[in-house]
């Protein structure tokens, strides 16, 4: 079981307070925030709605932090739920770690799922979030009873039919490609920048969510130092690699669910995104499932369209 302290003392990496924030329409800071034990790893874990309210738990994208779900979570919590997030391993206010792998991922996300209580709850996920979800609840069905997928199905549609001794030897081709980048990056830092060149530097991967947003997003997600403005994500990440990790080895959990799933997909491809279609999911979708593609809307599906989502989501679980 996790270990489990209140939240008091600032980040190392410190936090953009709430106080000072340009508001963005809908945006709500969460109501709570504390610290869960992952095996070494202090977890941020931030909860919006009534503490006594049935909990939700809430995974984030890669390179993305809790916050961005400071729209959705409210909608959610605010009929009745209890949402709770974290930030991943290496991302924001979490801890760094050595070395980063997607099981490790998992284990936080029960690390977490464990702090709540020992009952199965609705689980949702965006992005990295939405496969991590995918293993979890594969993994442990009796602690998942709703699944919700948003833009989290990646898939590769060239997926090498191999024997399995030869899987093996693709995995730790993965490994040694994983660690060779760790050595590499071991002393690298972010780039500073003023607020609105860190904007402009997320634009160009997201170009659909509008300026206002990304300045919420980095006085949430960024720190101010003497020589300018970060991200509070570890210089060692790179994008797509969280560890040694392909996107067909998640998609492959999707058929064998047997909880209520709800998979949404936003159909503008974007550079953050997966480039997934929905001829990639409709064949690997759990009897029973619901898959929802949204036209003209990117990977950010909580973001752009947070009421359509939010009804979505609370159709699945009342």
Known sequence: MAGITVFDPAPTRSEAPARGLEPVPGARRPDRRRQVDAGGISLTVWEWGDEDAPPFLFAHGGFDFAGTFDVLA??????????????????ADSEYAALYAWDADVRDAMAVLDSIGPHAIPVLGHSKGGSVMLHLA???PNRVSHLVNLDGMPSARTSPDVPDHHRTKLLSGEIADWLGHRRAAADKIRRPGTIDELVERRG?????LSPDWLRYLVRIGGFESPDGWRWKIDPAMRMGGFGPWRPEWSMSRLPSLGMPVLCILGLEIEVMGWGTVPDDVVPNLPAGARFVPLDGVGHFVHIERPDVVADLVLDLVS
């Open 138 to 140: 594969d993994a442990l």
């Open 74 to 91: 409210p909608l959610v919590a605010d009929r009745g739920f209890r949402v709770v997030s974290w930030d991943q391993r290496g991302h």
């Open 204 to 208: 160009r991967m997201n170009p659909r």
